[in-house]
């Protein structure tokens, strides 16, 4: 069974640093691209950050580039994403998210919420 | 930036089919996912590819694509259908992916 398990999350301030680790299991993982998507209270779905099988590609929303990255470790299955200069608007549900073949989002994780306020 | 428009809300009586509408310009070109997401829970792929059902997904649930706009069909709509739906696609020329704004599907 797939199983795709995000922890990390919690309350910081405004313009502080947080790390979400995501957890891989029941699956070959270094065959699959990951993704993080969020959703902020009352808005929709936004996709925020990728990385391909071997992490030599990553892309990033305009929203959070510069200020989020995002990695893997293959040998643990596991991908972060590390969150910097964390702001309001970034208050949000973060899920882990397997890539299919045909660029859908075919498993996701339970997500972890994150709440920037002072 | 490639945009994706959703109605933000359908309503349906139970027993009947619901459509939920994903707008793109030339949205044919590319292959279009969908996604159910309740309240408290993850979202759910329902439909990848336009058309296909990942194993587990009711044949209720069916998708097309013409022209410029993509569509989700409930057929037979239960009250545990209530749900947020969002469409997907990838962008080649931004290289992101892209979500609709989301609708919300009320069972009267």
């Known amino acids: 069974e797939v199983q795709l398990v995000e922890s990390g999350g919690g309350l910081v301030q405004p313009g502080g640093s947080l790390r979400l680790a995501c957890a891989a299991s029941g699956f070959t993982f270094n065959d699959y691209e990951m993704n993080w998507v969020r959703r902020a209270p009352g808005k929709g779905l936004e996709w925020i950050a990728y990385?391909?099988?071997?992490?030599?590609?990553?892309r990033y929303a305009d929203s959070v580039k510069g200020r989020f990255t995002i990695s893997r470790d293959n040998a643990k299955n596991s991908v972060s994403l590390y969150m910097h200069s964390l702001r309001g608007e970034d208050t949000a549900v973060y899920y882990c998210?397997?890539?299919?073949?045909?660029?859908?989002?075919?498993?996701w994780g339970q997500g972890t919420l994150v709440t920037v306020s002072s | 930036s490639y945009v994706l428009t959703q109605p933000p809300s359908v309503s349906v009586a139970p027993g009947m089919a619901a459509s939920i509408t994903c707008a793109g310009d030339?949205?044919?070109?590319?292959?279009v996912n969908w996604y159910q997401q309740k309240p408290g829970q993850a979202p759910v792929l329902v439909i990848y590819?336009?058309?296909d059902r990942p194993s587990g997904i009711p044949e209720r649930f069916s998708g097309s694509n013409s022209g410029n706009t993509a569509t989700l069909t409930v057929s037979r709509v239960e009250a545990g259908d209530e749900a947020d739906y969002y469409c997907?696609?990838?962008?080649?020329?931004?290289?992101?992916?892209?979500f609709g704004g989301g609708t919300k599907l009320t069972v009267l």
């Open positions: 998210v397997r890539e299919g073949n045909l660029r859908d989002f075919d498993f």
């Open positions: 590819y336009d058309s």
């Open positions: 030339n949205i044919e070109r590319k292959g």
């Open positions: 990385i391909n099988t071997v992490a030599s590609t990553k």
């Open positions: 997907q696609v990838w962008d080649s020329i931004s290289a992101h992916q892209v």
